[in-house]
T-cell receptor, first 114, second 117 residues
Framework: AQSVTQPDIHITVSEGASLELRCNYS??????LFWYVQSPGQGLQLLLK??????LVQGIKGFEAEFKRSQSSFNLRKPSVHWSDAAEYFC????????????FGGGTRVLVKP | DAMVIQNPRYQVTQFGKPVTLSCSQT?????MYWYQQKSSQAPKLLFH???????NEADTPDNFQSRRPNTSFCFLDIRSPGLGDAAMYLC????????????????FGSGTQLSVL
Protein backbone atom coordinates (compact mmCIF):
# COMPACT_ATOMS: atom_id res chain seq x y z
CA ALA A 1 0.00 0.00 0.00
CA GLN A 2 1.14 3.52 -0.67
CA SER A 3 1.95 5.96 2.11
CA VAL A 4 3.02 9.58 2.44
CA THR A 5 5.17 11.26 5.06
CA GLN A 6 5.44 14.97 5.65
CA PRO A 7 8.27 15.30 8.19
CA ASP A 8 7.56 18.89 9.19
CA ILE A 9 4.38 19.49 11.19
CA HIS A 10 4.87 23.26 11.41
CA ILE A 11 7.02 25.71 9.45
CA THR A 12 7.33 29.42 10.16
CA VAL A 13 8.67 31.63 7.41
CA SER A 14 9.03 35.37 6.96
CA GLU A 15 7.06 37.09 4.25
CA GLY A 16 9.17 37.33 1.13
CA ALA A 17 11.40 34.42 2.11
CA SER A 18 11.52 31.14 0.24
CA LEU A 19 9.55 28.10 1.34
CA GLU A 20 10.16 24.39 0.90
CA LEU A 21 7.84 21.69 2.21
CA ARG A 22 9.04 18.13 2.29
CA CYS A 23 7.11 15.09 1.15
CA ASN A 24 8.29 11.49 0.98
CA TYR A 25 6.22 8.68 -0.41
CA SER A 26 6.32 4.95 -0.39
CA UNK A 27 5.00 3.04 -3.38
CA UNK A 28 6.35 0.22 -5.47
CA UNK A 29 5.73 1.72 -8.88
CA UNK A 30 5.56 5.24 -10.26
CA UNK A 31 3.07 7.11 -8.14
CA UNK A 32 0.76 9.95 -9.02
CA LEU A 33 1.66 12.82 -6.70
CA PHE A 34 -0.34 15.85 -5.61
CA TRP A 35 -0.08 18.87 -3.37
CA TYR A 36 -3.23 20.36 -1.87
CA VAL A 37 -3.62 23.50 0.25
CA GLN A 38 -6.23 24.01 2.94
CA SER A 39 -6.99 27.45 4.31
CA PRO A 40 -8.56 27.62 7.78
CA GLY A 41 -12.10 26.35 7.80
CA GLN A 42 -12.04 25.47 4.12
CA GLY A 43 -11.84 22.44 1.92
CA LEU A 44 -8.70 21.44 0.05
CA GLN A 45 -7.58 23.04 -3.19
CA LEU A 46 -5.24 21.39 -5.68
CA LEU A 47 -1.93 23.24 -6.14
CA LEU A 48 -0.24 20.92 -8.61
CA LYS A 49 0.16 17.30 -9.62
CA UNK A 50 2.69 14.99 -11.20
CA UNK A 51 1.82 12.03 -13.37
CA UNK A 52 4.77 11.63 -15.73
CA UNK A 53 7.20 13.58 -17.88
CA UNK A 54 9.04 16.64 -16.67
CA UNK A 55 9.92 16.12 -13.03
CA LEU A 56 9.61 19.82 -12.21
CA VAL A 57 5.95 20.71 -12.05
CA GLN A 58 4.50 24.22 -11.97
CA GLY A 59 1.32 24.90 -10.08
CA ILE A 60 -0.98 27.71 -9.13
CA LYS A 61 -0.11 30.60 -6.80
CA GLY A 62 3.57 30.49 -7.79
CA PHE A 63 4.24 27.03 -6.35
CA GLU A 64 6.36 24.33 -7.95
CA ALA A 65 7.34 20.82 -6.95
CA GLU A 66 10.07 18.45 -8.04
CA PHE A 67 9.71 14.69 -8.29
CA LYS A 68 12.89 12.85 -7.35
CA ARG A 69 12.51 9.13 -7.82
CA SER A 70 15.87 8.31 -6.25
CA GLN A 71 14.82 10.02 -3.04
CA SER A 72 11.13 9.09 -3.18
CA SER A 73 10.38 12.75 -2.67
CA PHE A 74 8.04 15.38 -4.06
CA ASN A 75 8.98 18.61 -2.29
CA LEU A 76 6.95 21.77 -2.74
CA ARG A 77 8.65 25.15 -3.16
CA LYS A 78 7.83 28.79 -3.51
CA PRO A 79 10.56 31.42 -4.05
CA SER A 80 8.83 34.26 -2.18
CA VAL A 81 6.06 33.66 0.32
CA HIS A 82 3.09 36.00 0.72
CA TRP A 83 1.06 36.35 3.90
CA SER A 84 -1.86 34.71 2.12
CA ASP A 85 0.16 31.50 1.81
CA ALA A 86 -0.39 30.78 5.50
CA ALA A 87 -2.35 27.53 5.42
CA GLU A 88 -2.00 23.79 5.81
CA TYR A 89 -0.40 21.89 2.95
CA PHE A 90 -1.04 18.25 2.20
CA CYS A 91 0.96 15.98 -0.03
CA UNK A 92 -0.96 13.05 -1.48
CA UNK A 93 -0.20 9.96 -3.52
CA UNK A 94 -2.51 8.07 -5.80
CA UNK A 95 -2.00 4.77 -7.49
CA UNK A 96 -3.86 2.85 -10.14
CA UNK A 97 -3.28 -0.33 -8.15
CA UNK A 98 -5.15 1.24 -5.25
CA UNK A 99 -8.17 2.08 -7.34
CA UNK A 100 -6.91 5.56 -8.03
CA UNK A 101 -7.68 6.63 -4.46
CA UNK A 102 -5.64 9.32 -2.80
CA UNK A 103 -3.66 8.83 0.39
CA PHE A 104 -2.81 12.05 2.18
CA GLY A 105 0.18 12.88 4.31
CA GLY A 106 -0.25 14.35 7.78
CA GLY A 107 0.08 17.91 6.56
CA THR A 108 2.43 20.82 7.22
CA ARG A 109 1.07 24.00 8.74
CA VAL A 110 2.77 27.11 7.39
CA LEU A 111 2.85 30.32 9.42
CA VAL A 112 3.98 33.53 7.73
CA LYS A 113 5.63 36.25 9.79
CA PRO A 114 5.33 39.87 8.67
CA ASP B 1 -19.95 30.00 -7.47
CA ALA B 2 -19.69 27.09 -5.07
CA MET B 3 -19.55 23.80 -6.95
CA VAL B 4 -19.47 21.41 -4.01
CA ILE B 5 -21.79 22.54 -1.25
CA GLN B 6 -21.91 21.09 2.21
CA ASN B 7 -24.61 21.81 4.72
CA PRO B 8 -24.61 22.67 7.47
CA ARG B 9 -21.27 24.37 8.03
CA TYR B 10 -21.37 23.46 11.72
CA GLN B 11 -23.35 20.62 13.23
CA VAL B 12 -23.77 19.81 16.89
CA THR B 13 -25.24 16.52 17.93
CA GLN B 14 -25.60 14.55 21.12
CA PHE B 15 -23.76 11.39 21.96
CA GLY B 16 -25.64 8.51 20.34
CA LYS B 17 -28.11 10.68 18.42
CA PRO B 18 -28.14 9.95 14.67
CA VAL B 19 -26.96 12.76 12.46
CA THR B 20 -26.90 13.30 8.69
CA LEU B 21 -24.51 15.52 6.79
CA SER B 22 -25.30 16.54 3.24
CA CYS B 23 -23.30 17.31 0.14
CA SER B 24 -24.44 18.51 -3.25
CA GLN B 25 -22.53 19.21 -6.44
CA THR B 26 -23.22 21.17 -9.59
CA UNK B 27 -20.35 19.61 -11.56
CA UNK B 28 -22.17 16.46 -12.69
CA UNK B 29 -19.18 14.42 -11.55
CA UNK B 30 -19.30 10.67 -11.41
CA UNK B 31 -17.42 10.23 -8.17
CA MET B 32 -18.29 11.58 -4.73
CA TYR B 33 -16.14 11.04 -1.67
CA TRP B 34 -16.50 11.48 2.07
CA TYR B 35 -13.40 12.24 4.09
CA GLN B 36 -13.05 12.54 7.85
CA GLN B 37 -10.45 15.02 9.07
CA LYS B 38 -9.67 15.24 12.75
CA SER B 39 -7.84 18.18 14.17
CA SER B 40 -4.31 18.55 12.78
CA GLN B 41 -4.56 15.27 10.88
CA ALA B 42 -4.75 14.27 7.25
CA PRO B 43 -8.11 13.71 5.63
CA LYS B 44 -9.05 10.06 5.84
CA LEU B 45 -11.22 8.52 3.16
CA LEU B 46 -14.34 6.88 4.59
CA PHE B 47 -16.02 5.78 1.35
CA HIS B 48 -16.85 6.90 -2.13
CA UNK B 49 -19.46 6.43 -4.80
CA UNK B 50 -18.60 5.87 -8.42
CA UNK B 51 -21.97 6.69 -9.90
CA UNK B 52 -24.24 4.36 -7.90
CA UNK B 53 -21.51 1.94 -6.91
CA UNK B 54 -20.64 2.26 -3.24
CA UNK B 55 -17.04 1.64 -2.16
CA ASN B 56 -16.37 1.38 1.54
CA GLU B 57 -12.88 1.63 2.99
CA ALA B 58 -11.90 -1.45 4.95
CA ASP B 59 -11.36 0.44 8.19
CA THR B 60 -14.47 2.62 8.08
CA PRO B 61 -16.63 1.81 11.12
CA ASP B 62 -20.09 0.38 10.56
CA ASN B 63 -21.44 3.40 12.38
CA PHE B 64 -20.86 5.39 9.18
CA GLN B 65 -23.21 4.95 6.25
CA SER B 66 -23.79 6.82 3.04
CA ARG B 67 -26.51 7.38 0.50
CA ARG B 68 -26.43 8.81 -2.98
CA PRO B 69 -29.99 9.18 -4.24
CA ASN B 70 -28.91 10.89 -7.45
CA THR B 71 -25.83 12.32 -9.17
CA SER B 72 -26.00 15.63 -7.37
CA PHE B 73 -26.48 14.60 -3.76
CA CYS B 74 -24.62 12.44 -1.30
CA PHE B 75 -25.33 12.00 2.40
CA LEU B 76 -23.22 10.84 5.32
CA ASP B 77 -25.19 9.18 8.10
CA ILE B 78 -23.64 8.59 11.49
CA ARG B 79 -25.95 6.19 13.27
CA SER B 80 -24.68 6.60 16.83
CA PRO B 81 -22.08 9.35 17.08
CA GLY B 82 -19.42 8.98 19.70
CA LEU B 83 -17.08 11.59 21.10
CA GLY B 84 -14.37 10.26 18.81
CA ASP B 85 -16.44 11.08 15.74
CA ALA B 86 -16.09 14.82 16.30
CA ALA B 87 -14.24 16.01 13.24
CA MET B 88 -14.44 17.97 10.03
CA TYR B 89 -16.23 15.98 7.35
CA LEU B 90 -15.21 16.84 3.82
CA CYS B 91 -17.12 15.97 0.71
CA UNK B 92 -15.26 15.89 -2.58
CA UNK B 93 -16.03 15.08 -6.18
CA UNK B 94 -14.13 14.14 -9.29
CA UNK B 95 -15.19 13.35 -12.81
CA UNK B 96 -13.29 10.06 -12.69
CA UNK B 97 -11.02 8.52 -10.06
CA UNK B 98 -8.84 11.34 -8.76
CA UNK B 99 -5.75 9.44 -7.79
CA UNK B 100 -4.89 8.01 -11.17
CA UNK B 101 -3.73 8.83 -14.68
CA UNK B 102 -6.96 10.27 -15.95
CA UNK B 103 -5.67 13.69 -14.97
CA UNK B 104 -8.54 14.38 -12.66
CA UNK B 105 -8.54 16.43 -9.54
CA UNK B 106 -10.67 16.51 -6.45
CA UNK B 107 -13.06 19.37 -5.86
CA PHE B 108 -13.69 19.82 -2.18
CA GLY B 109 -16.55 21.40 -0.32
CA SER B 110 -15.88 23.65 2.66
CA GLY B 111 -16.67 20.87 5.07
CA THR B 112 -19.03 20.33 7.98
CA GLN B 113 -17.51 20.63 11.43
CA LEU B 114 -19.26 18.08 13.64
CA SER B 115 -19.28 18.43 17.41
CA VAL B 116 -20.56 15.65 19.67
CA LEU B 117 -21.72 16.61 23.15
Amino acid sequence: AQSVTQPDIHITVSEGASLELRCNYSYGATPYLFWYVQSPGQGLQLLLKYFSGDTLVQGIKGFEAEFKRSQSSFNLRKPSVHWSDAAEYFCAVGAAAAGNKLTFGGGTRVLVKP
Amino acid sequence: DAMVIQNPRYQVTQFGKPVTLSCSQTLNHNVMYWYQQKSSQAPKLLFHYYDKDFNNEADTPDNFQSRRPNTSFCFLDIRSPGLGDAAMYLCATSREGAGGPSNEKLFFGSGTQLSVL
